[in-house]
């Protein structure tokens, strides 16, 4: 497997070309990108921006891990509105192109959400019609991520839907297609469950991982710690991993970052997942 870091895991203001060195120095084999609505890899992000990105990268000999987005909170496929629900297709779409751009294999996606508690205000919708609107904008978008030659990784994410492994795999089993799988994130099954169980009943569907940690004692966005500092029972998620046979990035996603000296967040993930993973740590 191979080692990332989310680019989210750095202060907000802190420059791509600036994250990529810093990760390549911590260890790290690629890194995690996120497509944001302005900035340096946005909505309108031209061919040379993303060119200029790709030098980077290749300067620093690191490879791109993934790419996610934040947009998705805003933007939801499950919200009564059509007009947010065309959006939030539209987000995926360009995520899709840049993915390919870029070289990435797959992209992270929320699929909407039935109810968010840490964004005040936002949409509350009925779970029934949460779970249509979702399947109906993931269908629409196959063919875009089919053409692409990039999957659909749908993240299990506190939003209160798809809130079992198994109801997430009978969702990427309905579109019966290779292109959608499983974008994981072990930290976030810890509050309701075991991530170990998550990974065996997901299976090959998995195309990317997240490593997080949780403290169920401290609950809420509180309990997000730092690796092996929570929950996660690490050496039965390693074991489920190798079971099915994955092997591409696990990427942390640090959030948020250290208050002081932010940087060190990035070197202290990077040993930690040295020790998870059984890399020799010099």
């Known amino acids: 497997m191979k080692k990332g870091i989310n680019i989210w895991s750095f202060q907000g203001d802190a420059k791509i070309a600036d994250c990529i060195q810093t990760a390549k120095k911590a260890g790290f084999d690629g890194i995690e990108l996120s497509l944001n609505e302005t900035g340096e890899l946005s909505l309108a992000a031209s061919d040379k921006e993303i060119n200029v990105i790709k030098e980077r ?10 790419l996610a987005t934040g947009l998705y909170w ?24 840049l ?31 949460a779970y249509d609107r979702a399947l109906e904008s993931i269908n629409k978008l196959v063919p875009f991520a089919e053409s692409a030659g990039v999957s659909i990784g749908i993240e299990n ?15 990427i089993d309905s579109h019966n297609s290779e292109f959608v799988g499983s ?10 469950g075991y991530p170990e169980q998550w990974i ?6 998995i ?33 489920a ?8 990035y696990v990427t942390g996603e640090m959030i948020p970052p250290y208050t002081h000296h932010s940087e060190q967040i990035i070197y202290n993930t990077s040993r930690a997942m040295d020790a998870i993973l059984g890399r020799q740590i010099g």
Not at 75 to 95: F, I, L, N
Not at 157 to 171: A, D, G, H, I, Y
Not at 207 to 230: E, M
Not at 241 to 248: E, K
């Open 183 to 192: 974008y994981f994130d072990v930290g976030n099954t810890v509050q309701n």
């Open 157 to 171: 994410v506190w939003n209160k839907f798809l809130l079992s492994p198994l109801e997430l795999r009978s969702f």
């Open 200 to 205: 065996r009943i997901l299976g090959h569907r």
């Open 99 to 129: 993915a390919a751009a870029l070289g990435v294999d797959t992209i992270l996606v929320i699929p909407g959400a039935v109810g968010v508690d840490f964004i005040p205000g936002s949409e509350v919708v009925d779970y029934e019609h």
């Open 241 to 248: 991993l190798t079971a099915i046979g994955y092997s591409n």
């Open 207 to 239: 195309k990317k991982v997240h490593f997080k940690d949780y403290r169920r004692q401290a609950g809420g966005l509180h309990g997000f710690v730092d690796l092996l500092a929570g929950d996660v029972n690490y050496p039965a998620v390693m074991e």
């Open 57 to 66: 990268l290749q300067e620093a000999e690191l490879e791109i891990a993934g």
């Open 74 to 97: 805003s933007y939801s496929m499950t919200s009564a509105d059509a007009g947010t629900r065309e959006k939030a297709t539209d987000v995926c779409k360009k995520q899709l192109e």
